[in-house]
């Protein structure tokens, strides 16, 4: 299994950035995929999640009506569209195999290696 972020970056507030996951190893289309953020010193937050169809999709309160989760299955690639980001939103974003309970107990997790993002004037 491997899946690989990228699109992170530097940001003012109020701007916008698009992360992309390239999955691999595994049949992508048949598995909930997730965005698991850590800020530094805290512990990991989900996200948002999509169903395997890109069809449902759920947001945490802190993203909701900002940030989008959307899937390609004939890509193999997850994305989150981040709209008027804020400083709070600083954090390393990990693509994650599996719906928010999964993703974040460690025994189960499988998450890549994560890509940066900052939001700062």
């Known amino acids: 299994v491997q899946l690989v972020e990228s699109g992170g970056g530097m940001v003012q507030p109020g701007g916008s950035l698009r992360l992309s996951c390239a999955a691999s190893g595994f049949t992508f289309s048949g598995y909930v995929m997730s965005w698991v953020r850590q800020a530094p010193g805290k512990g990991p937050e989900w996200v948002s999640s999509?169903?395997?169809?890109?069809?449902?999709?759920y947001h945490a309160d802190s993203v909701r009506g900002r940030f989008i989760i959307s899937r390609d299955n004939t890509k193999n690639t997850l994305y989150l569209q981040m709209n008027s980001l804020k400083p709070d939103d600083t954090a390393r974003y990990f693509c994650?195999?599996?719906?928010?309970?999964?993703?974040?107990?460690?025994?189960?997790?499988?998450w890549g290696q994560g890509t940066q993002v900052t939001v700062s004037s």
């Open positions: 994650a195999r599996g719906p928010r309970d999964l993703v974040l107990n460690p025994l189960t997790k499988v």
């Open positions: 999509i169903n395997t169809g890109g069809n449902g999709v």
